[in-house]
């Protein structure tokens, strides 16, 4: 239905004649005086109202109106006046991703955006609103990385407005508003002694889960949830198809690896004797828990690494009862560097230093894109320059290079 203006200040009145005619009646003119209507996608009839000698401005917004629609532009006038808050908890509640990854969104977006802009309409926010709740957060003493996710989130959930017809534009696309820059980090990997001297320090039902970090690439969450069935001790393989997750902060589900992305990994000879020699001094344990949700179907697995009362590991009671203390009698910093992933990083050094192909080792360490592989520990790989080097010698015979060097005819 097409849009019109209307007249408020002209009015209908029957005639003498009985017949009906518009008189105008200026004089009796109250309040805005021409009202743009039109009909909206969604069946419902729209408005604004315009003061006296203002119809060209009415016409001008209702043909926009018009041609928004027309070209699937279209965002209601009043859309925007939904609050971040009130747009953010509908937003969260309709992800589908995994239990863990919404807990983390919806702690992070409740404790560092909603209490700083929830009570504003999403129509209102400019980038300078953005800027300046990017400043608070790094006043906070938060760290970049921290912050970076906390504004990507922020960033979704306007994104989302924008493709409901919330809101015209993201404001954290505008080109004045910055992501937190990441401080370049290089991964140092750890020596093999310094890897042994903590193996040293953990007791003796944990010590064989350095061995399949360091020696398999899993993660912490996936060597707890390995179980004797995922192993093919014949053809040396390991198959990573689960992995032990916490939900509300300390109740554990089993999930599959991050990314879902489950994949096989080759198992090493001195692995593999490692996990043999683990189960005869720790049998396994049937180990049943909820799969994915903490009210998903029960899943049962005979896993090679529990606690000593027959529990599953939780990362928390780990890390602060067994791994620090086994980083500390190493003498080893307990910092965010050397938590169980530091095994992963010596890992894919090794593997690197021996010539593997990043290809091969995405998917060993399971990686959604071999690119990302080759972001993180390009620097670990052997310089182009003695590859370079060591390929031409192989070509050239040793007597051809006897007497040194020979010179070009011109001098070069």
């Keep these: 239905m097409a849009g019109h203006i209307q007249d408020r200040w002209y009015k209908t009145e029957a005639g003498a004649d009985g017949k009906l005619s518009r008189t105008p009646t200026d004089r009796h003119g109250v309040g805005l005086r021409y009202r743009a209507r039109y009909i909206g996608p969604d069946g419902s009839e729209k408005s604004k109202s315009f003061p006296d000698r203002k119809k060209r401005d009415a016409e001008r917004w209702l043909a926009n109106i018009e041609a928004d629609m027309s070209r699937g532009d279209y965002v209601a006038p009043d859309a925007g006046k939904v609050t971040f808050e009130q747009y953010a908890t509908e937003w969260m509640a309709s992800q589908i991703t995994d239990p863990l990854t919404r807990e983390s969104v919806e702690s992070r977006l409740r404790l560092h955006a909603i209490p700083h802009m929830g009570t504003r309409p999403l129509a209102s926010f400019t980038p300078s609103h953005l800027r300046v709740w990017l400043r608070t957060l790094e006043d906070r003493g938060l760290s ?5 996710g906390i504004f990507a989130h ?4 306007f994104t989302a407005a924008v493709e409901d017809r919330v809101i015209r534009e993201n404001p954290c696309r505008a080109r ?15 020596s093999a002694e310094r890897m042994m001297a903590v193996r040293s320090g953990l007791p003796e039902r944990y010590a064989a889960l350095v061995n399949l970090a360091a020696g398999c690439g899993l993660r912490q969450g996936e060597t707890f949830g390995l179980a004797v069935e995922d192993v093919d001790f014949a053809s040396g393989t390991l198959h990573v198809v689960r992995q032990v997750k916490l939900l509300q902060r300390h109740r554990p589900v089993f999930a599959p ?11 090493p000879a001195s692995v593999a004797r490692a996990l043999t020699e683990h189960l005869k001094r720790c049998p396994a344990v049937r180990i049943t828990l909820p799969w994915k949700t903490l009210d998903g179907p029960p899943v049962t697995a005979s896993l090679f690494f529990t606690g000593s009362a027959g529990l599953p590991l939780n990362r ?3 890390n602060d009862r067994v791994w620090r203390p086994a980083l500390r009698a190493a003498e ?3 910092g965010r560097d050397n938590g169980m992933h530091a095994l992963r990083h010596f890992y894919a050094s090794v593997l690197l230093d021996a010539g593997e192909s990043i290809k091969a080792l995405s998917e060993y360490l399971g990686h959604h ?3 990302f592989t080759l972001r993180t520990y390009t620097h670990l790989m052997p310089s182009s320059g003695s590859r370079t080097r060591a390929a031409v010698d192989r070509v050239f015979p040793e007597e051809a290079t006897a007497d040194g060097p020979e010179t070009a005819p011109d001098g070069s």
């Design 144 to 148: 970049a990385g921290y912050r970076r």
């Design 154 to 157: 922020v960033s979704t959930v």
């Design 176 to 190: 004045s508003v910055k992501a937190p820059r990441l401080e370049p980090r290089k991964v140092k990997p750890w």
């Design 257 to 267: 690896p991050k990314g879902g992305k489950e994949r096989d990994v080759p198992l």
């Design 316 to 318: 928390n009671r780990f």
């Design 332 to 334: 080893v910093e307990t």
């Design 369 to 371: 894109d071999p690119g």
